[in-house]
């Protein structure tokens, strides 16, 4: 099985921190994904990635950056945390288009900014 | 700009009997998937069942049935005999060709012992 770890279930930092989000995936897949999920807004693409280095915007990239260095780690950077940006944050994995293959998703990190 | 719309955002049903939520899509395009996520209180969003727009026939996975209407761009999930462990929030989702991923606000299901 598909294996999308995120380092954090919950994570509380203060307005102006800057604040790392972590996921590994263990099935070589060349797309990731970063979502917030918020009440009556569903999921929302803050980022992607469809290659080692390469990143694209996704609906809501502002006060977000993202990180790939390797295949499968993908990080979410919050340069400037604040109390808007709590949310809870998703991250997601995909092979390519091919087949349409679905997204495996992690546990999800509940991150409050105080 | 795709688009994915469930207009219930809270359902209930009554343990073993059937529910369908709804979802409509909004595209240009010929060639997509759809799909049907489930996310428990435990959070963990995992795949329901998905349907490819070519295929005219209709999946099923189970108790897990789609009705899909392409020229209606409609994509609704049966649930049957629900059991307590199908309370949870669904997301509707949709894939084009390309890497994104475009999912509705979800729609949160209790079912009644």
């Known amino acids: 099985d598909v294996k999308v770890t995120q380092s954090s279930r919950y994570l509380v930092k203060r307005t102006g921190e800057k604040v790392f989000l972590e996921c590994v995936q263990d099935?070589?897949?060349?797309?990731m994904f970063w979502y917030r999920q918020d009440p009556g807004l569903g999921l929302r693409l803050i980022y992607f990635?469809?290659?080692?280095?390469?990143?694209e915007k996704g609906d809501i990239p502002e006060g977000y950056s993202v990180s790939r260095e390797k295949k499968e780690r993908f990080s979410l950077i919050l340069e400037s945390a604040s109390t808007n940006q709590t949310s809870m944050y998703l991250c997601?994995?995909?092979?390519?288009?091919?087949?349409?293959?679905?997204?495996?998703f992690g546990d999800g990190t509940r991150l409050s900014i105080l | 700009a795709q688009t994915v719309t469930q207009s219930q955002p809270e359902m209930s049903v009554q343990e073993a009997e059937t529910v369908t939520l709804s979802c409509t899509y909004d595209?240009?395009?010929?060639?997509?998937?759809l799909f049907w996520y489930k996310q428990p209180p435990s959070r963990q969003m995992i795949l329901v069942i998905r349907q490819e727009a070519y295929k005219q026939q209709n999946a099923t996975e189970n108790r897990f049935s789609v009705n899909f209407q392409k020229a209606a761009k409609s994509f609704s999930l049966k649930i049957s005999d629900s059991q307590l462990g199908d309370a949870a929030m669904y997301f509707c989702?949709?894939?084009?060709?390309?890497?994104?991923?475009?999912f509705g606000t979800g729609t949160s299901l209790t079912v009644i012992p």
């Open positions: 989702a949709y894939r084009r060709t390309g890497n994104q991923f475009y």
């Open positions: 997601a994995s995909s092979p390519p288009l091919q087949g349409g293959q679905p997204q495996h």
């Open positions: 099935m070589d897949h060349e797309n």
């Open positions: 595209t240009s395009e010929s060639d997509y998937y």
């Open positions: 990635s469809y290659d080692v280095k390469m990143k």
